[in-house]
C-alpha cells in the first residue's frame, strides 16, 4: 500500500466552481499535512499546511483534516485558469521526512 | 528570508558520465536538506535527506551519493550515469516539518 494516495485526475472545472481534491494517507501516526501546487516543468510550491482535525481556510483555499479517516482534502473556490496545475498532498510519516502522493492535475476551463 | 539555489537548471549527460548537483540555503541554520526526484508524470520520490553536516540517510539503493560537506549546502553524485537516472530532481529544505524546494534540475541522460 503506498503511504499517500490520491486520485490521479484529471480532474476538469469551469471557471469559477469549486474544485475538490482528496488524499488517504496510511501512517495513522502522521502529524502534519501539506498541500503543494506544481506547475508544469516547475519546482512543488507550499500552499497550505494542517495539523489538527478540522478546516483551514487560506483565501480561496480550504484543507480539510481527518486523522479517524486518515483523509485530507483541499477545496479550491472560484477557480481560475491560473490555478491549472498538479496539486501534491503531503504527508509526514515521521520528524524528518515528506511523503508525497502522485498527484492530482487540475484543469479550469475559461 | 530564507533562499534555496540549486543548479544548473537543466543539463544533458552521456550513460556512464559522473553527475554533480548542488544546492545551497541561505538565511537558515542547522536546515534539514532534502534530495527528491520526479520521473515524467510521477510523484515525488525521496532520495536522500540530511539533518545536519556529514549525516545522510538514504531512502532508495541505487548508483546516487549524497553528501553534505557544510551546514547549508548539499550535493547530489553519480560515478556513472543510467539511463534510468533520467528526471527532475528537488533539493529541499525544511527547519519543522514544511519543506521548500529549489526550482528543481532536469536531467537528461543520453
Known amino acids: 500500500q503506498k503511504e499517500v494516495e490520491q486520485n490521479s485526475g484529471p480532474l476538469s472545472v469551469p471557471e469559477g466552481a469549486i474544485a475538490s481534491l482528496n488524499c488517504t494517507y496510511s501512517d495513522r501516526g502522521s502529524q502534519s499535512f501539506f498541500w503543494y501546487r506544481q506547475y508544469s516543468g516547475k519546482s512543488p510550491e507550499l500552499i497550505m499546511s494542517?495539523?489538527?482535525?478540522g478546516d483551514k481556510e487560506d483565501g480561496r483555499f480550504t484543507a480539510q483534516l481527518n486523522k479517524a479517516s486518515q483523509y485530507v482534502s483541499l477545496l479550491i473556490r472560484d477557480s481560475q485558469p491560473s490555478d491549472s496545475a498538479t496539486y501534491l498532498c503531503a504527508v509526514n510519516p515521521d520528524d524528518y521526512k515528506l511523503s508525497f502522493g502522485a498527484g492530482t492535475t487540475v484543469t479550469v476551463r475559461a | 528570508s530564507q533562499t534555496i539555489h540549486q543548479w544548473p537548471a537543466t543539463l544533458v549527460q552521456p550513460v556512464g558520465s559522473p553527475l554533480s548537483l548542488e544546492c545551497t540555503v541561505e538565511?537558515?541554520?542547522?536546515?534539514?536538506l532534502y534530495w527528491y526526484r520526479q520521473a515524467a508524470g510521477r510523484g515525488l520520490q525521496l532520495l536522500f535527506y540530511?539533518?545536519?553536516?556529514?549525516?545522510i540517510s538514504s531512502e532508495v539503493p541505487q548508483n546516487l551519493s549524497a553528501s553534505r560537506p557544510q551546514d547549508r549546502q548539499f550535493i547530489l553524485s553519480s560515478k556513472k550515469l543510467l539511463l534510468s537516472d533520467s528526471g527532475f530532481y528537488l533539493c529541499a529544505w525544511s527547519e519543522r516539518t514544511e519543506a521548500f524546494f529549489g526550482q528543481g534540475t532536469r536531467l537528461t541522460v543520453v
Open positions: 538565511g537558515t541554520s542547522n536546515p534539514n
Open positions: 494542517i495539523y489538527s482535525n
Open positions: 540530511s539533518v545536519g553536516i556529514g549525516q
